[in-house]
């Protein structure tokens, strides 16, 4: 396949590196706050772990990503395995679901201001420095893609918690079809039209 060349391969590799490592601290933040929230239905199942064997799903995480790579399609995203909470455990349910679906993309963001310390450090080595870099751009990606409000995204958890209960009972009817509407917008690129000028200005700030 044209442009599969060694220094291709090897920046896919860090891009899949880096995404792995960042899916599975979102949902490793959900099931933690959750636990803080009184929920242990996450660390029962063994949830809550950088271990990424329990986190893996076949589609979001492997086949998804693979395809971005391998057709140079100029972003890469993806998801791990939903981590399961169950919000009848949470102490306070309103702020524990609020909680819990924050959870997920300020890990990514937090984990974006880390990259981007060390991109500041400008320490000599070009491999480090690239993950850096590909760290601080996958992760707010991440972060803003999972704030947009269409189920399942943790951004839809947020936005039914300050819809009025008749508003809330008809947001609910776009869960079976969430999906496919995330996927027409990303192909018709609305998606990027609505993700990316918040992207840019974040990224302005932390990679200078």
Known sequence: ?????????????????????????????????????????????????LNPVPHIDPIGTILLPLL??????????????PVPVNPLNYRNYRWGEFAVSAAGPVSNL?????????????INNPGLMQMAYFGVSINIFLALFNLIPI????????????LPRELARLYAYLQPVGFVLI???????????IIMPLYRAIAMIMLG
Do not use: C, Q
């Open 183 to 193: 996927l027409i917008l990303f192909y018709t690129g609305i998606m990027g039209a």
């Open 1 to 49: 396949m044209p442009g599969m060349n060694f220094p291709y391969l090897l920046e896919a590799a860090l891009m899949a590196v880096v995404l792995l490592f960042s899916v599975i601290v979102h949902e490793v933040a959900h099931g933690y706050v959750a636990l803080l929230n009184g929920d242990p239905t996450a660390r029962m199942l063994g949830r809550i772990t």
């Open 151 to 162: 189920p399942p995204l943790d951004g839809s958890h947020i936005l039914v918690l300050f």
């Open 110 to 122: 937090a984990l974006a201001a880390l990259f981007s310390v060390v991109l500041r450090l400008g």
């Open 68 to 81: 971005l790579l391998m057709t140079h399609a100029g972003i890469l995203f993806g998801w791990a395995k």
